[in-house]
């Protein structure tokens, strides 16, 4: 039997040897430039790429199990690391949606508190009017029966009193001397009072001096106190009138009196 010999030539030592194929000769292709992704790659990309690289494998040197696992871990990396980025994507719009809404209704109830406060103190402030309304001063109402209330802080000293009515011009229309005046804050009426001489009905400035057992005055602290006869609105707060024309705002009543 014969047998086929397959022929090999061989190649002559002393032949010059072959140029390399230049680009664009027969036969030759230029080099392939890969696509580029200018967001990177995703999971579609990941996937084209793995199955081109087990289409196009050495079929007598196939990918190795391990590393076929690997490639597959990292897509299933890939595709958890991905979903998770659009999970927070969302989230951080619900939370800036609830953060705009609490936002918002902070907004609706700081208005409707401002709203709901104004209309109480209104309403307070309706209910003082006919009252003795107590603010910081030393004004005096003496109505047309004498009648009228002072209200004075003696503080720690105690003894007896000597109150003094002045007019507008610094003249001294009335006083009163008060037997028996007690440390702290307290309140006289001017009706009660024995007077040399009278003042006449009208508004007046006052000074209260409390004679402490060694014949020297010393002055108490004063209040202006006086009839509330009326309430208006001044920027959308309430305005006490005392008297016939003292305009004192609510927030600056000290006390309400029956």
Same mark, same amino acid.
């Given at each position: 039997?014969?047998?086929?010999?397959?022929?090999?030539?061989? *190649?002559?030592? =002393? !032949?010059?040897?072959? &140029?390399?194929? /230049?680009?664009?000769?027969?036969? +030759? @292709?230029?080099?392939?430039?890969?696509?580029?992704?200018?967001?990177?790659?995703?999971?579609?990309?990941?996937?084209?790429?793995?199955?081109?690289?087990?289409?196009?494998?050495?079929?007598?040197?196939?990918?190795?199990?391990?590393?076929? *696992?690997?490639? =597959? !871990?990292?897509?299933? &990396?890939?595709? /958890?690391?991905?979903?998770?980025? +659009? @999970?927070?994507?969302?989230?951080?719009?619900?939370?800036?949606?609830?953060?705009?809404?609490?936002?918002?209704?902070?907004?609706?109830?700081?208005?409707?508190?401002?709203?709901?406060?104004?209309?109480?103190?209104?309403?307070?402030a309706m209910a003082t009017v006919g009252k003795i309304g107590v603010t910081a001063g030393?004004?005096?109402?003496?109505?047309?029966?004498?009648?009228?209330?002072?209200?004075?802080?003696?503080?720690?000293?105690?003894?007896?009193?000597?109150?003094?009515?002045?007019?507008?011009?610094?003249?001294?229309?009335?006083?009163?001397?008060?037997?028996?005046?007690?440390?702290?804050?307290?309140?006289?009426?001017?009706?009660?009072?024995?007077?040399?001489?009278?003042?006449?009905?009208?508004?007046?400035?006052?000074?209260?001096?409390?004679?402490?057992g060694n014949g020297q005055y010393v002055s108490a602290k004063t209040y202006t106190a006086?009839?509330?006869?009326?309430?208006?609105?001044?920027?959308?707060?309430?305005?006490?009138?005392?008297?016939?024309?003292?305009?004192?705002?609510?927030?600056?009543?000290?006390?309400?009196?029956?």
């Amino acid at each position: 039997m014969l047998t086929a010999v397959r022929r090999t030539s061989i *190649a002559d030592p =002393l !032949a010059p040897a072959a &140029t390399p194929a /230049q680009p664009g000769d027969a036969g +030759t @292709s230029p080099p392939r430039t890969l696509p580029t992704n200018a967001k990177g790659m995703g999971k579609d990309e990941f996937l084209k790429m793995l199955v081109a690289q087990l289409k196009n494998q050495d079929p007598l040197n196939p990918m190795d199990g391990k590393d076929m *696992a690997a490639q =597959l !871990a990292q897509f299933s &990396t890939v595709e /958890q690391l991905i979903a998770m980025n +659009t @999970s927070i994507d969302a989230q951080k719009g619900s939370q800036q949606a609830m953060t705009d809404a609490i936002k918002s209704l902070e907004t609706t109830q700081n208005e409707r508190a401002d709203e709901l406060a104004a209309l109480i103190e209104g309403q307070m402030a309706m209910a003082t009017v006919g009252k003795i309304g107590v603010t910081a001063g030393n004004t005096a109402f003496v109505d047309r029966a004498g009648q009228g209330t002072v209200v004075i802080d003696a503080g720690t000293t105690g003894g007896k009193g000597r109150l003094t009515m002045v007019n507008a011009k610094g003249e001294t229309v009335g006083t009163a001397m008060i037997g028996a005046v007690k440390p702290g804050q307290q309140s006289f009426e001017l009706g009660d009072l024995t007077w040399s001489p009278k003042p006449e009905p009208g508004t007046y400035s006052y000074k209260f001096e409390i004679d402490a057992g060694n014949g020297q005055y010393v002055s108490a602290k004063t209040y202006t106190a006086g009839r509330i006869t009326g309430m208006k609105y001044e920027n959308g707060n309430p305005i006490m009138i005392i008297g016939d024309a003292l305009s004192v705002p609510m927030s600056q009543l000290s006390q309400i009196r029956s």
